[in-house]
């Protein structure tokens, strides 16, 4: 038992590894510098960038090792600007950092911080962590193992909480806008330990599906800080060294802070959860609360949020609904908010931070993907109008993001981040999508959340410069950039501006309020003051009043107050309650902003070629197939880049005991992809009391076209591939000659298979897609002759529709099988009906109903052994109706396979592994042929 498990947890560490395959088209040309610590990878287009992140790796990478007590040994860091998604990570198998350079226009999400110099601070931490398991007992894995091996051994040791947490406080220490400083990070748990008490470890760090819970990241920091706060710079230097070394030991990390700070894990977190509930109580209560008027109306209490409410001439409002439930969808609330109807559910929206809408339309972005290159992605501009019903997508292929209607819905302005991250502000008609004009933002500083003044001759936005941010007002026939206050390092957002004041988000005084710029006299103002956030305003059409976001425990709620100046606070006078509760880190660390001296040395720069590099092994290890009938032993390759993924190795087939050696490639670069595999080995099988051996060699070449058609709120996706096969067949050794039956001889065979998916994009409730489509067709034959015939053709399809009540699935399967069972026999992708093992058919029809549901959350703790998240069923009925001629007996016969039953099943998580949700339970089965009952075990969709 313990063999396969520890063989489970290494072939999930291989497919998360094999996962993070995204490619970039072939006419990307790269480049590279080489520093004494670092390999910077990017396109040629970006060398200034590469240059300037040269410098920056190199110059962080002793300050920012300190306190872990390693310095990471030379890495690759490939900058990737072919989409528009922000992201970064640092990933084993292969060893590798990658940095999307696209900033997000959410200023919530990367402070006053240039985005890429947060990166570097956040990202080199991860490099340091994964050093130090190169310097401690884990390594021993390295050598059976390679990277996966380190990979495996290091996420089983550490938990996630800790890898982000102690990332966070680092980019907090080191710049003065890390996410430890934004009080919009830790809303949530702010105001869970304000208004209840904290939920218990398990659920804090695992999740739920019945409350939303603080992320790894929120909690991680914060338990980081506490135990920095309390026991010096080093702690968790030594805590992870312990933990790391022994690995081997259940709960190590827990073990280990418990001997290196005196409290076990659960205890550390109690602490951490009272001291922040005294300091934030303390400063809610300091501060005044200013009086406004609820108009969501919550019909239940699962989590929700309205976003962005924006006012409608009706008196209405719009806003962006989500949560645990629902899918993001905009929805139209009358005045008091009583009545609510969905408008329409868009695709994945980019992280704007804000929504326009004017004139009874809406606009808004949206992320669109290229169909084949994974790295490659566009931001586009869609529209949507509330008296037609209809929508529009203005262009295709763009990299423009946060639109705002003009006054008179006629433009739109947005900002474009070119592939070379030159920032712009663009203007487009908003009927055709033609571009009207364009400005480049002066000295290419971070320009976001463009809104219109309401005489439509200027647009304000934020400016982000050197760790502060203004907001400026662009004349948009001229294109001059005026600033209309100080540059300041409060991370300021949100702009809204009237004939008289703009309007913005500030944490100003702690809490993340609305403050209020007047035009004329340029003195600031605090609008309003709310115990957990309000922010977000919009001014309603008879400009009296303020709607806006006021968060709760059950999701952010809008609210309205009325606009009066005289209420307002002058900024000299607003009470300040920040808690910096990173401040002793900022104290030991001694260097509060390290980006503001580092150098400008310009390195060579050379041409990168991937062919050159296309071969990198990085783990060799064993894997078990997920029915647990082989075991594989195999040197894994991935070169930097993700242009090909090689493999050559051993497989044991544990029912045929029978052994093989086999190698294969897969070639990304191209728009198909290139596969080539070979085997060899010998195969085993028996058909009632006769047991058939053989020697099989086998070469196999094949394209694949994997596709990726998403444009909406249906996740779509269509993969093509075709195989050629030759299979050689020796040494065959039978007790005795069953009528025709083929021995040695060579099987030529070609397959070809087409599937398609499109699937409604899922709550985090969802048990499927309330509406799925899934299709595949798969034909294999030998075309070219030989000494073995065979041909298989199948077509499955599967639909889902939503059941009786929300989250309930209602799922209708077909299938249709042909083959020729007269020699040789391909094996059938279809799925048999359940309680009976394959058996070929010449023709086959089958299908199925089952209708899925929760039934409750219970948020259980066994211990740290198990978390139980989810109780859920499923009901189903299975039927199929086959033939087959009887050679033997030269009749037709048919069979008729029904059975009946009943899973109950629970997702839950084993021995506090984050990120991994196991689902398992047990089947009541009924096959009327045999009129009996049967139990199985099941994990996922399979039995055991």
Same mark, same amino acid.
């Given at each position: 038992m313990r063999v396969k498990l520890l063989l489970a947890l290494l072939s999930l560490a291989s497919s998360v590894a094999f996962s993070q395959t995204g490619t970039n088209p072939p006419s990307v040309k790269w480049r590279q510098i080489n520093t004494e610590s670092f390999k910077i990878i990017f396109p040629a287009e970006l060398e200034q960038e590469g240059q300037r992140m040269a410098n920056t790796m190199q110059y962080i990478h002793k300050p920012l090792s300190g306190s872990l007590g390693h310095a990471p040994h030379k890495i690759p860091l490939v900058l990737q600007n072919q989409g528009v998604i922000?992201?970064?990570?640092?990933?084993?198998?292969?060893?590798?950092?990658?940095?999307?350079?696209?900033?997000?226009?959410?200023?919530?999400?990367?402070?006053?911080?240039?985005?890429?110099?947060?990166?570097?601070?956040?990202?080199?931490r991860h490099m340091v962590q994964y050093e130090k398991a190169y310097h401690s007992r884990v390594k021993l894995a390295y050598y059976p193992f390679g990277q996966n091996g380190i990979l495996a051994l290091s996420n089983a040791a550490v938990p996630s909480w800790f890898w982000e947490g102690d990332a966070v406080a680092t980019e907090t220490a080191f710049s003065p806008s890390g996410r430890g400083r934004i009080p919009d990070f830790d809303l949530l748990f702010r105001t869970i330990l304000l208004e209840r008490k904290p939920y218990r470890y398990n659920k804090q760090h695992l999740g739920s599906f019945r409350d939303n819970v603080p992320n790894h990241y929120v909690t991680g920091y914060h338990l980081v800080t506490h135990l920095r706060r309390k026991a010096g710079t080093d702690i968790w230097g030594k805590v992870m060294q312990q933990a790391l070394d022994q690995f081997y030991v259940p709960f190590t990390f827990s073990r280990a802070i418990r001997q290196q700070a005196g409290k076990r894990l659960t205890a550390t977190y109690r602490a951490m959860t009272h001291e922040l509930d005294s300091l934030w109580t303390q400063q809610a209560d300091s501060l005044p609360q200013t009086p406004a008027i609820v108009l969501t109306q919550r019909r239940n209490r699962t989590y929700t949020d309205y976003l962005y409410p924006q006012p409608l001439s009706d008196g209405g409002f719009i806003a962006l609904k989500s949560g645990l439930s629902d899918i993001q969808t905009f929805v139209r609330l009358d005045a008091d908010g009583r009545n609510e109807r969905k408008i329409f559910t868009p695709g994945i929206l980019t992280s704007n931070g804000m929504l326009s809408v004017v004139d009874e339309k809406i606009v808004w972005s949206e992320y669109e993907y290229d169909p084949r290159w994974d790295t490659r992605n566009y931001s586009i501009i869609k529209t949507y109008d509330l008296e037609t019903g209809t929508y529009q997508v203005l262009k295709r292929q763009t990299r423009l993001a946060a639109p705002a209607f003009s006054p008179n819905a006629h433009t739109i302005a947005a900002i474009e981040v070119s592939t070379q991250n030159i920032n712009s502000l663009v203007l487009l008609d908003a009927d055709t999508g033609e571009e009207l004009k364009r400005w480049p933002s002066p000295q290419n500083d971070f320009i976001s959340m463009p809104r219109w003044a309401p005489d439509g001759k200027s647009v304000v936005l934020l400016r982000t410069r050197n760790n502060t941010r203004t907001i400026v007002q662009v004349d948009v026939e001229t294109g001059t950039f005026t600033d209309l206050m100080p540059p300041t390092s409060e991370n300021i957002g949100h702009p809204v501006i009237t004939d008289k004041y703009v309007f913005y988000n500030s944490p100003y005084n702690g809490i993340e309020n609305i403050y209020a710029l007047d035009l004329i006299t340029r003195q600031q103002y605090q609008v309003a003051s709310r115990r957990y956030a309000g922010i977000n305003p919009a001014v309603t059409t008879n400009g009296k009043g303020i709607l806006f976001n006021d968060f709760s425990l059950r999701g952010y709620n809008v609210y309205t107050m009325s606009l009066n100046p005289d209420n307002w606070i002058p900024l000299a006078k607003v009470v300040k309650s920040k808690v910096n509760y990173y401040g002793p880190l900022v104290e030991q660390e001694g260097t509060p902003n390290i980006l503001t001296n580092v150098p400008a040395k310009t390195y060579p720069v050379q041409k990168y070629s991937r062919l050159k590099h296309i071969f990198n092994p990085h783990s060799w290890m064993p894997s078990l197939d997920p029915e647990g009938n082989s075991v594989s032993l195999a040197i894994l390759s991935q070169d930097i880049l993700s242009t090909a993924v090689s493999t050559v190795g051993y497989t044991r087939n544990l029912s045929e005991s029978s052994n093989r050696v086999f190698a294969g490639v897969?070639?990304?670069?191209?728009?198909?992809?290139?596969?080539?595999?070979?085997?060899?080995?010998?195969?085993?099988?028996?058909?009632?009391?006769?047991? @058939?051996?053989?020697?099989?060699?086998?070469? /196999?070449?094949? !394209? %694949?076209? +994997?596709?990726? #058609?998403?444009?909406?709120k249906y996740l779509q996706s269509l993969t093509l591939s075709t195989n050629a096969q030759i299979n050689s067949i020796s040494d065959f050794y039978r007790p005795r000659r069953v009528l025709t039956e083929q021995a040695n001889g060579v099987l030529r065979n070609v397959n070809y298979s087409a599937s398609y998916n499109r699937v409604l994009r899922q709550s985090r409730r969802d048990l499927a897609g309330r509406f799925e489509q899934r299709a595949s067709l798969?034909?294999?034959?030998?075309?070219?002759?030989?000494? @073995?015939?065979?041909?298989?053709?199948?077509? /499955?399809?599967? !639909? %889902?529709? +939503?059941?009786? #009540?929300?989250?309930?699935?209602?799922?209708?399967?077909?299938?249709?099988?042909?083959?020729?069972?007269?020699?040789?026999?391909?094996?059938?992708?279809?799925?048999?009906?359940?309680?009976?093992?394959y058996r070929p058919h010449d023709e086959f029809y089958g299908g199925s109903v089952q209708y899925k549901f929760p039934i409750f959350y219970p948020d259980f703790a066994l211990g740290p052994f198990f978390y139980f998240q989810r109780l859920k069923s499923n009901i189903f009925y299975d039927y199929g109706y086959g033939q087959r001629y009887d050679r033997r007996n030269q009749v037709n016969r048919n069979y008729t396979y029904q059975s009946v039953g009943l899973e109950l099943t629970t997702d839950f998580n084993f021995m506090r592994l984050q990120g991994v949700l196991f689902d398992a339970g047990v089947r009541v089965l009924y096959r009327p042929d045999t009129q009996k009952p049967s139990i199985e075990f099941i994990v996922g969709e399979f039995n055991l």
């Open positions: 922000s992201n970064g990570f640092v990933a084993l198998s292969p060893r590798r950092s990658e940095f999307y350079t696209t900033a997000p226009q959410n200023y919530n999400l990367s402070g006053t911080n240039n985005w890429l110099n947060l990166l570097a601070m956040h990202e080199f897969s070639y990304l670069g191209y728009y198909p992809v290139i596969n080539l595999t070979g085997a060899t080995g010998y195969r085993t099988t028996q058909e009632n009391d006769t047991t @058939y051996q053989w020697r099989e060699k086998n070469i /196999t070449a094949g !394209l %694949a076209l +994997p596709l990726n #058609l998403t444009r909406s798969y034909y294999n034959h030998t075309p070219f002759g030989g000494d @073995y015939s065979g041909e298989i053709f199948t077509a /499955t399809t599967r !639909l %889902a529709f +939503p059941g009786l #009540l929300k989250h309930h699935s209602l799922q209708l399967t077909g299938n249709y099988q042909k083959e020729d069972t007269h020699d040789y026999i391909f094996s059938s992708p279809m799925r048999f009906v359940r309680g009976y093992g």
